[in-house]
DNA sequence: CGCGGATTTGAATAGTATCAATACAGGTGG
DNA sequence: CCACCTGTATTGATACTATTCAAATCCGCG
């Protein structure tokens, strides 16, 4: 096991050029790699994009490879056997996907919009990990961070109705979508919904038909604005925010 | 940061007592420390008792500690400002408590049936995890573990009938109170809820009245007999299962 | 412009919550 | 040891929310 001589004093230049403008070498798990780690892991990483509900990693099917999403929202889910389905979480930009030391994923991982990922293998990732103990850190840092939201969300299933779980969606997205967003902002968000009424149905445990009700609800009561179907705006984030429960 | 001597050849007798019979060193995060490391840790230790409903760590508010469950069962929840409550976990002997590298949980746990817990001080937990690496990996292990079930948890609040809940329930029970029951085993089944109808309310998403109502409902099919109240046996865990949806 | 899938709207129904009353378990004191 | 007492659990009647099934409308796109 070879030590990792950290250097900080290395350019830009020695950086990947697939790295210099991705997010997650700054916010995701890429930033604790040294310049060196982070060109040889390049070397087996590539880019691919996902239409809207290309699957990217299916349930219970072996996994070979991590990805940073670099672009869009990912939705995970879980299924019953007689096709009933929850979402049960979503990945933006720069989050990680891949279920670390388990050869099978128990979720199904797909492209909510259009999805733009850098993949690795499972085995060069891993053994980085074993060298960088900062990187298993980050990865700690990340999946306490997805079971905090996780347990927000259990809330939000378990105990909210419809009229709130349509708006902690509606929250939820206008402070993820915009990176530029100050939450604490009172002024009109606009946003494009990164999916469909059946998936933010299968996100709330409500049926299409409930899920637009309630939208409609909420627009007439001005509390957010549908420009037309994905184009929501929110003229006082505070507001929604009180609809949450 | 000095480097840690790793010697296996060290006698039981090296052991601090307290961790001699703890389940939590065989199968919990104390089994990747040396003696040496668990006898320096153990010096901060001390076991406590609670009684059912005794808070332990509450809601946003600064913890100091960490605890291995040692006993019992102790019930994670999160709650609306409007008094609505949602259990969002359960911990067993030797899960861990305690939320790593951040001030305030977020969650509130409390004893659901009496528990025995072994604390230890959050500053020498985290700072023998960052001599000891496979104590980090040991704590990733678990909240991924934590994360899955967390998961299938969504599941069962977003899409499951209150029936299919509450057998999902007393499945997820049997399997995790009796530690030498075999998953595959049908045979009878025998065990004590470790908490009352309204705490199994708050992790269904249920009221007490529907929870109830739907244990009669499976008694009446004879999937379950109550004895009494708590005390409940499954002759059949497969036919339970089956009521899991 | 017209097609097809997505979304909204409508009416009837089912499932769960709510409110109220009763029954039960388990502990206490006579 | 039994009667009582208190909190917990069950049962009943009704209200209400969300689902289901069906139809209409909208949106994006060729």
Redesign the interface.
Known sequence: MGESALRKDISNSDIPALCVSCEARHKGVCGVLTPEELTALSKHTSKSTHTPGREIVGETQPVTSYANVMRGVVK?S?M???G???V??LKFAPDLLG????QNS??TAEAASEVETCNFPKVAFESLMKEN?GL??R???Q??K???E??????T????TASEKVASFLYLIATHMDPELDVLETGTTQFTLPMNRSDIA?F??LTVETVSRQITKLRTEKIIDVVVNRQVSVPNLHALRNRC?
């Open positions: 995970l879980k019953l056997e007689d009933r389905q929850q049960v979480g279920r670390p030391f388990s128990d979720v103990v298993e850190h990865v700690l840092q999946t306490l997805e079971l905090d996780a347990r927000d969300w259990m809330l299933l378990g105990r909210k299968d709330l445990g429960g």
